[in-house]
């Protein structure tokens, strides 16, 4: 086989078979097939795409590119989660707890990633002593004992993906349905759970800025998971405004902590209590969906999700006092409010100009290897639909640096439009995704 071959007939619309996608990414792998031939490929791929066959295919090698966690030792139908991202995301800081709290082990592998923010791990880190590297065995040991464990992902997950996605990165190969659906499902399949939820945002904050687009990527992911044996839900969720109101990992972590003692904002509790519903019915906790609705709102009501995240902040060697006093969190020196110019309404938010204001006063990364501020970000004082005065507090930035706070405010006032009349709000939950 040639991988010369391989890009011809891709490049003129052919099938690739299951042995010739295992050619490319093995031989990739092991650096037979070089980065420009690949590059091609991909190229290639972008125009003509793949079908369903190929993209499962293709996932299951780049899943097989590396370890495949066993979770077989832990007892019950694990359950993974895993969302495509947006700006103001803090769901699995509630909803994980939730889930545990309801007898459901979570065994979660997530990302640092790239972004406006960290992810989940950073912010999980601004609990004092939290530690996000678990040797096998502790994060087995955790799962079986208190249902939760989350964990940085292993250097050797889905190693194809990371090779692939550098050189996805720098040859404008990111935005294709299925080398998404393929570097999302690969991570997932080899992070060993056996049903998925996955959370697919649309609107101007996310990565898929139609529901058109993310209808379709997440019926791609979700066969995928199907095919391969993990029974598998997407739920389309609303991003045309951040979620919730906090932006920026310790300040987010604050907002999660509300949210499970049943004081977070609407947007964010109804979505952690959807997705915490699939997850149970995935999981055969429950026969429907409206029992998994009422089982996630008690762990709320009874604080037992709460408990939960103070065991796993624990069992990580954090400090759980944070939980219920969040003055032991990281903190900003600065808090500077932003204004509004004229007396109307929010007609819109730029979500991702929300987001670049917060990468600006440092909350996030631009390359791998930057550092992240865990205390700085922004808290929404108005979100889109709200009447305003002139001269009222539109959002509060916290930073502590004068000149990145003043670049974020810049940024941030152009994120807001506001109007006499707001352009409409969407429904949080645009759809459900299950085959
Ligand atoms: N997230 C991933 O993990 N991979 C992609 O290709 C896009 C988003």
């Known amino acids: 086989m040639r991988m010369y071959d391989l890009i011809q007939k891709k490049r003129n619309g052919g099938i690739l078979l299951p042995e010739e996608i295992h050619y490319m990414i093995q031989g990739y792998m092991t650096e037979e097939i070089p980065d420009y031939q690949m590059s091609a490929m991909l190229m290639a791929i972008y125009f003509q795409g793949m079908n369903e066959e190929e993209t499962l295919n293709l996932t299951l090698e780049m899943a097989k590119s590396g370890d495949l966690l066993d979770l077989s030792s832990i007892e019950g139908i694990k359950v993974d989660k895993h969302s495509t991202g947006g700006v103001g995301d803090k769901t699995t800081l509630v909803l994980a707890p939730m889930v545990a709290a309801a007898g459901i082990p979570i065994a979660k592998m997530s990302g640092r990633g790239l972004g406006h923010t960290g992810g989940t791990i950073d912010k999980l880190e601004s609990f004092p002593g939290f530690t996000t590297s678990l040797p096998e065995e502790t994060f087995i040991h955790n799962v079986n004992s208190i249902k939760l464990a989350i964990s940085g992902q292993t250097a050797n997950l889905a ?13 404008a190969t990111v935005d294709q349905k299925s080398l998404i659906a393929a570097s999302i499902m690969s991570k997932k399949l080899a992070s060993g759970a056996d049903a998925i939820v996955l959370d ?18 997440a019926k791609t992911m979700v066969c995928i998971g199907n095919r391969a044996g993990r029974k598998t839900t997407a739920v389309i969720s609303d991003m045309d405004q951040p979620l919730g109101y906090a932006v920026g990992n310790a300040l987010e972590v604050k907002e999660a902590i509300e949210t499970l003692k049943g004081n977070g904002p609407k947007d964010l509790t109804r979505l952690c209590i959807v997705l915490g519903s699939h997850m149970l019915f995935n999981a055969k906790a429950v026969d ?24 796993l902040v624990h069992a990580q060697g954090g400090n759980e006092q944070a939980v219920y006093d969040t003055s032991l969190l990281p903190s900003a020196a600065i808090q500077e409010p932003v204004y509004a110019s ?14 670049a204001a917060s990468l600006l006063l440092g909350c996030g990364r631009t390359t791998k ?15 889109t639909g709200d009447s305003v005065k002139k001269g009222d507090i539109i959002a509060v930035l916290h930073g502590n640096d004068t000149s990145k706070i003043a670049a974020a405010k810049d940024r941030l006032l152009k994120a807001f439009i506001l109007g006499r009349r707001a352009s409409g709000t969407f429904p949080l939950i645009r759809g459900v995704v299950t085959e």
């Open 342 to 355: 004229l007396d109307g309404c929010i007609e819109k938010i730029y979500t991702d100009e929300v987001g």
């Open 369 to 383: 290897d930057s550092t992240i501020d865990l205390s700085a970000g922004l808290i929404l004082h108005k979100k």
């Open 159 to 171: 190693p194809a993906d990371k090779k692939l996605y550098a050189l996805r990165d720098v040859t």
């Open 288 to 311: 429907s969906l409206e029992k998994g609705e009422e089982l996630m709102q008690q762990t709320l009501t009874e604080g037992i999700a709460l408990k939960k995240l103070a065991e």
């Open 200 to 217: 697919v945002k649309t609107g101007s904050g996310a990565f898929m800025k139609t529901k058109e687009e993310a209808v379709a990527l």
